[in-house]
């Protein structure tokens, strides 16, 4: 299709590799990608595909200020469409829906639906209410109860923050007489988070990624296994692999219709090796930072999603590509060969660096500047904790 000269669209969280697969995608077919971002500097600045940038307050420390620059910037833009990249900024718009959906172009659930998936406790409450496997999970309502549950909980156990993405606050915990100084730890960054059975880092991980039109009605769905992770026990993802697994693909597309979705969502399940059961982990009501895969897989959500938004649908594209492999070198895999014994063996080869199949979330030959632009935000990192928390845990 020809896209009309002038359309126009912005992402936010600038600096993660989701932003800059969508920036990529956009820009390729001639849309003017305007990029924001906390910090002056991020990978999707430096993408020759970001046609201007702007920044706005963290949304996680200064919400209300943020929703209002966000606001008054898209109402003075006349944007075609919004991109919300992270769980902060999705939340923002879930708090202000209608003052979101009337400045710009959105292809989003209703706010109930984001507040559930953005909950990892209400969306494993909702998991079990709609007969979806998920870990056994605790849910602490007064500090009191940590000592009487502290011996009905499987250990190893897993700490995990109710808000939040990238593996941040995640503690495993061995012992029973652990857990309650560690919980109390974490509490206080993260009130009241979860408290989850350990499944064996051994367990297959599988993200289902969909994109739902105005009506809830599917239009891609796209199956990865997470090949490589850092840390290995659970972080983000390193390197990607598109598989063919309809029974993944059903649980996860089943779950968001329960959900009434809209718009693009990843569903996370680990397939515990203990019992071959799927079990939910996660629903990310927003685009995910292996984005890159299912482009590469020849399933362009991105430009998909922009259509459905212009143009009120799009063509359904549930056939992908098998076997399509993205990696995230930097910094990710080379995270996790420096942490892993195992690293000569791994599978695919961490000395496999192009070919046929093979791609990378930041490293790109045509666009070459974002991988420049990291080593700088990496060189940044080391004296500004929160920056190094966003490069070593984000990607």
Same mark, same amino acid.
């Given at each position: 299709?020809? %896209?009309?000269?002038?359309?126009k669209v ?19 077919r001639g849309i ?14 430096a993408? =020759? ?11 996680? =420390? ?22 919300p990249?992270s ?30 998936a953005?909950?990892k406790?209400?969306? %494993? ?14 849910? @602490?309502?007064?500090?009191?109860s940590?000592h009487?549950l ?8 897993v @700490? ?9 606050? @995640?503690?495993?915990? =061995? ?7 560690q919980?109390?730890?974490?509490h ?6 979860? %408290? ?9 991980k599988y993200?289902?990624?969909?994109l739902f039109?105005?009506?809830g009605?599917l ?12 840390p290995?026990?659970?972080g983000?993802?390193s390197?990607?692999?598109?598989v ?13 219709k ?14 515990? !090796?203990?019992?071959?059961?799927? =079990?939910l982990m ?9 984005l ?6 020849g399933v362009? @959500?991105?430009h998909?999603l ?15 590509? %098998?076997?399509?492999?993205c990696?995230?070198i ?16 791994t599978k695919?080869s ?7 199949r093979?791609?990378? !979330? ?23 904790r ?10």
């Amino acid at each position: 299709m020809t %896209i009309r000269a002038g359309r126009k669209v912005f992402i936010t969280d600038a600096n993660s590799r989701r932003s800059l697969a969508v920036a990529r995608s956009l820009g390729r077919r001639g849309i003017r990608v305007i990029a924001g971002h906390d910090k002056t500097y991020a990978l999707a600045f430096a993408s =020759k595909y970001c046609a201007g940038r702007m920044m706005y307050p963290n949304p996680k =420390k200064f919400p209300a200020e943020c929703a209002a620059v966000l606001l008054d910037h898209l109402r003075a833009g006349r944007y075609d469409h919004f991109f919300p990249m992270s769980d902060d900024v999705v939340r923002l718009v879930a708090r202000h829906f209608e003052d979101f959906s009337a400045a710009v172009s959105l292809v989003v659930p209703d706010s109930g639906a984001l507040e559930t998936a953005l909950d990892k406790g209400e969306i %494993i409450r909702f998991a079990a209410a709609h007969g979806f496997g998920h870990p056994r999970t605790f849910f @602490i309502e007064d500090l009191d109860s940590l000592h009487r549950l502290k011996h009905e909980i499987p250990y190893p156990a897993v @700490i995990k923050p109710r808000f939040g993405s990238g593996a941040e606050g @995640i503690v495993f915990v =061995k012992k029973p007489e652990l857990l309650a100084a560690q919980y109390l730890r974490i509490h206080q960054q993260f009130p009241f988070p979860l %408290i989850q059975e350990g499944i064996p880092h051994t367990s297959p991980k599988y993200g289902v990624h969909c994109l739902f039109n105005r009506r809830g009605e599917l239009r891609a769905a796209v199956v990865q296994r997470f090949s490589r992770q850092y840390p290995n026990r659970g972080g983000p993802g390193s390197c990607f692999e598109t598989v063919d697994r309809p029974d993944i693909l059903e649980q996860g597309v089943r779950l968001l219709k329960k959900l009434a979705w809209k718009g693009v969502a990843q569903v996370e399940f680990l397939e515990d !090796c203990r019992d071959g059961a799927l =079990k939910l982990m996660d629903v990310n009501p927003r685009f995910w930072d292996s984005l890159q895969t299912v482009i590469q897989a020849g399933v362009d @959500i991105p430009h998909m999603l922009f259509r459905i938004a212009v143009e009120g649908d799009v063509e359904s594209r549930l056939d992908y590509r %098998i076997g399509e492999v993205c990696r995230s070198i930097l910094p990710g895999e080379i995270l996790y060969f420096l942490a892993n014994f195992g690293r000569w063996q791994t599978k695919p080869s961490f000395w496999k660096f192009w070919g046929d199949r093979l791609g990378d !979330c930041i490293l790109s030959r045509e666009d070459p500047r974002p991988a420049l632009a990291f080593a700088g935000i990496a060189l940044r990192s080391l004296t500004d904790r929160n920056l190094r928390d966003s490069v070593f845990h984000r990607y």
